[in-house]
DNA sequence: ACCTGAACACCGTTCAAGT
DNA sequence: ACCTGAACACCGTTCAAGT
């Protein structure tokens, strides 16, 4: 989101010493930052490489030099954001004492604002690039770091009986689908109109969560 | 699926008499045909319009006279493909003594199965173009004639006490966003590996409805 | 090692003609 | 009314050079 001009002086950072590729700085990452606000400004058809190397003020040829053709910056932007997506999950988690209800109240609501504020970008990350998981093995593992995170509170809440026991996975599957289909939809422009203000989405999680833990929860309290 | 190679003799279809456009049969139909043949074979990516017009058979400039460009044929095919799903959801329900459940069990089979088979066109009506609601508003409507179906199936079971009473809106959208998550994960191939087979799915989807009816059932049974 | 300019095939779109 | 061929700007990718 910072502006991308002229740079005046030459940057120097540690690992221009390294033996790293630089010469620009640090081209493959510019050119990912160039990327990423291209897509949230135009849109996946707006993003395209030559006006991604001009943004990043190189020829349109220097990309080649960092990726092996335009899928191969499309891969790293979305591993960029998957990688993002589970961070800013991880980083809502920083209370553990937290319920299981307050936890899956917090992620659901981080994920769905993840997929407002980078439509685009979500739709990039679930645009088929993650079939082709042998040949970008990294994307396939970063694309995985969410239902990890969403598994560990499950289980925590399993744990200290405030989510029915069994096996973990099927309701984390569950939650992760409602969640994804809820931030989808909401992307599209798909629910209701009364719904489309801030204010009702957070309603609208609150909701979404009591519901399924009527579902999974123990049904103790 | 059909094959496409040169239709000898022309074809004298009733609607040729009735001052609509043709000439070439029904060059619009033909296109959008095209046009969701190569989305299914080659991605969103490989859909290029004059790709598709070689493939109807006419020069890559006809096409102008049925779209004025290219989005405007992607919005025709991502309406008939909201529209084919509808329908599909709508076939599903010939038998109204069926529990709450099986309908919605049957409801969920039939939206996951769309997406497995048309996942590029699935990719491409959930790809913001219902956004320009105002420029394509029959792509809107035809996109909410799903949601419609669903609703039907909740209030029916409401009025049958299958269904926890309210608002009906409001579950109808959380089993909307379940099914809707789940098809988008399934085709992007995010979910666990030991449910990729077909049999499993089908007991996927299965758990998935129990799992919200214990949310949103009337918890007499 | 990294970057550049020219070049190629191809796409979306427009325009002046053709029937 | 509908279709065609030529043309334009632009993109992805490759290649032969430049430092």
New binding site residues.
């Given amino acids: 989101m910072e502006e991308m001009g002229q740079d005046p002086a030459k940057v120097e950072t540690a690992q221009a010493k390294q033996g ?5 700085g640090d ?1 493959r990452n510019a050119l990912i930052k160039a990327g990423q606000s291209l897509l949230a400004e135009e849109g996946l058809a707006g993003l ?4 991604v190397a001009r943004r990043a003020g ?5 990309p ?2 960092h990726f092996a ?3 191969a910056l499309l891969v790293a932007i979305a591993e960029a954001g998957f990688k993002e997506l589970a961070g800013q999950i991880q980083q809502s988690r920083q209370n553990p004492d937290n319920t299981a209800r307050t936890q899956l109240t917090t992620i659901a609501r981080v994920y769905v604002e993840f997929g407002q504020e980078h439509p685009a970008l979500m739709r990039e990350m679930f645009s088929g690039l993650v079939l082709e998981r042998k040949a970008y093995p990294s994307l396939y593992s970063a694309s995985k770091l969410a239902f990890q995170q969403l598994l560990e509170v499950v289980e925590q809440g399993q744990s200290r009986g405030e989510l029915s026991e069994g096996s973990a996975e099927r309701p984390t599957l569950v939650f992760w689908s409602l969640v994804h289909g809820l931030t989808m939809l909401l992307i599209e422009n798909q629910l209701p109109d009364n719904i489309s203000n801030p204010a009702s989405v957070e309603r609208l999680v609150e909701e979404y969560v009591t519901t399924l833990l009527q579902g999974i929860g123990s049904h103790r309290s």
């Fill in positions: 790293k590729p630089y010469h620009h081209l395209d490489l030559r006006k190189v020829s349109h040829n220097a080649y030099r053709d335009k899928q």
